[in-house]
């Protein structure tokens, strides 16, 4: 077996090899093909410094790698990880990484990202034994809106990403890589303000076909603002998926639960600076 990158091998042949490793998975995978082309160029994915574990010619495994210059660090982050099952227990993760990080470092990457779910305790163990520590702790929630009050009228703004990506917006070091500023943009996903007096008290970005709710913050210190904010949530989607809170954001996780969303999974963010 041997490992090489990924830049000249057909996208099919990465998404079924994805989609078969990810098959009965801690939590379901979406099966749209292009689903996967719009989140990854959104990840800013590069499938030449992505790579994968060939036997022969047959893609058994993979890291597939977005890369950007995050904090001071040009990072690659793995935004996808998986074997198929056959070829589990041979180390293929670490083998990939040993042949990826030298490649990466002559490329100039400065450090290496990932999640993984706190229960995959055999990825996490794996990853710390390639040189990654935990950095961040997150948490992911679902759920509807109905015990969001719903009496107070709320104005919203809908601007282009043009103008949300000029914005001083807060917790940005907070986000996870998938919902940073730099990474929320598509035809899918829509930004809000909402405001009070015609002032932005709050803000968020949503995918108002299935939801996700990538960015939500407040702009100023009202007693009210969260319940105003997800007030103006709950106009555009009733029903909303939340992928890593980082669990350091007390309050926004404090709404979350008194709204009664439910916490569904709980993820780590690992790095390794190379």
Same mark, same amino acid.
């Given at each position: 077996?041997?490992?090489?990158?990924?830049?000249?091998?057909? =996208?099919?042949?990465?998404?079924?090899?994805?989609?078969?490793?990810?098959?009965?998975?801690?939590?379901?995978?979406?099966?749209?093909?292009?689903?996967?082309?719009?989140?990854?160029?959104?990840? @800013?994915?590069?499938?030449?410094?992505?790579?994968?574990?060939?036997? &022969?010619?047959?893609?058994?495994? =993979?890291?597939?790698?977005?890369?950007?210059?995050?904090?001071?660090?040009?990072?690659?982050?793995?935004?996808?990880?998986?074997?198929?099952?056959?070829?589990?227990?041979?180390?293929?993760?670490?083998?990939?990484?040993?042949?990826?990080?030298?490649?990466?470092?002559?490329?100039?990457?400065?450090?290496?990202?990932?999640?993984?779910?706190?229960?995959?305790?055999?990825?996490?163990?794996?990853?710390?034994?390639?040189? =990654?520590?935990?950095?961040?702790?997150? @948490?992911?929630?679902?759920?509807? *809106?109905?015990?969001?009050?719903?009496?107070?009228?709320?104005?919203?703004?809908?601007? &282009?990403?043009?103008?949300?990506?000029?914005?001083?917006?807060?917790?940005?070091?907070?986000?996870?890589?998938? %919902?940073?500023?730099?990474?929320?943009?598509?035809?899918?996903?829509?930004? =809000?303000?909402?405001?009070?007096?015609?002032?932005?008290?709050?803000?968020?970005?949503?995918?108002?076909?299935?939801?996700?709710?990538?960015?939500?913050?407040?702009?100023? %210190?009202?007693?009210?603002?969260?319940?105003?904010?997800?007030?103006?949530?709950? %106009?555009?989607?009733?029903?909303?998926?939340?992928?890593?809170?980082?669990?350091?954001?007390?309050?926004?996780?404090?709404? *979350?639960?008194?709204?009664?969303?439910?916490?569904?999974?709980?993820?780590?963010?690992?790095? *390794?600076?190379?």
């Amino acid at each position: 077996m041997v490992v090489r990158s990924l830049e000249k091998v057909a =996208f099919k042949s990465i998404i079924d090899c994805f989609l078969i490793s990810f098959k009965n998975y801690f939590v379901e995978m979406p099966t749209d093909v292009e689903y996967y082309k719009e989140r990854w160029d959104n990840a @800013k994915v590069r499938l030449e410094l992505s790579y994968g574990m060939f036997d &022969d010619e047959k893609l058994v495994g =993979f890291i597939i790698n977005g890369i950007d210059k995050r904090n001071g660090d040009i990072i690659a982050f793995n935004t996808g990880t998986g074997v198929i099952p056959e070829y589990r227990g041979k180390k293929i993760v670490k083998s990939i990484y040993e042949y990826a990080l030298k490649d990466l470092k002559q490329n100039g990457i400065t450090k290496c990202a990932l999640e993984v779910i706190k229960e995959n305790v055999i990825a996490i163990k794996s990853y710390e034994s390639i040189g =990654f520590k935990k950095s961040k702790d997150y @948490k992911c929630f679902k759920g509807k *809106l109905d015990n969001v009050e719903d009496k107070t009228v709320i104005e919203l703004n809908e601007i &282009d990403y043009t103008l949300f990506d000029t914005m001083n917006l807060p917790n940005q070091e907070y986000y996870s890589w998938d %919902n940073h500023k730099k990474s929320v943009r598509g035809v899918n996903y829509r930004y =809000f303000q909402v405001l009070k007096d015609e002032v932005p008290e709050s803000y968020f970005v949503i995918n108002p076909i299935n939801g996700y709710l990538a960015q939500f913050d407040l702009l100023s %210190n009202n007693e009210l603002g969260w319940n105003h904010l997800f007030l103006g949530i709950k %106009n555009i989607c009733k029903s909303i998926k939340i992928n890593n809170v980082d669990a350091r954001l007390v309050d926004k996780i404090s709404y *979350l639960n008194s709204i009664g969303v439910e916490n569904i999974i709980d993820q780590y963010e690992m790095e *390794l600076t190379i």
